[in-house]
């Protein structure tokens, strides 16, 4: 059974469904939980020149951190410990999949939960699946929800 699992959040409901899926888990594996948001650093290299970067940057910080709140919250209600992260991509070449994949190994996990927006042909195409790129490099098994709503 799984001794160490991390879940990805970025406050969607498919997150919040990979969450709840994964407090179950630990309860029922005594896992260690984990939850990480990853703060994609590449938009201010994109929108420079549109927005304030700083600007930008504390908005994204402030969403992730109110992800991560959420997730104490609901680590609370059910009863379990846990660590809780933000972690940020490291350049403009980096990206969320990699940053996740190398948070992921220098943590140990053998399970990672997170959400997928579950987009297909063309949406998909042109905003891409980190969730898909994520399953790709990994290493360790990788538990998708989506959202039902």
């Known amino acids: ?4 699992i991390l ?6 409901g498919s997150s919040k469904r990979a969450l709840d899926e994964a407090l179950r888990l630990v309860n029922l594996a005594h896992a260690e939980l984990r939850v990480v948001h990853i703060v994609d650093k ?3 290299f994109l929108y420079a020149g549109y927005y304030d970067p700083v600007a930008l940057m504390e908005g994204l910080r402030a969403n992730g951190g109110a992800a991560l709140d959420a997730a104490r919250e609901a680590m609370a209600a059910q009863h379990v410990a846990g660590e809780v992260e ?16 190398r948070y992921a190994e220098s943590h140990g996990a053998d399970l ?5 927006h579950g987009r297909r042909g063309v949406r998909r195409l042109v905003l891409g699946s980190v969730a898909e790129r994520f399953l790709r ?9 989506r959202d039902t709503a």
């Open 137 to 145: 490099l990994s290493h360790c098994p990788v538990l998708m929800t």
């Open 86 to 101: 933000a972690v940020e991509t490291e350049s403009l070449a980096d990206d969320v999949p990699h940053c996740l994949l």
């Open 7 to 12: 879940v990805a959040v970025d406050g969607s």
């Open 1 to 4: 059974m799984y001794k160490k």
């Open 42 to 44: 590449s938009p201010l």
């Open 112 to 116: 990672v939960a997170m959400g997928t």
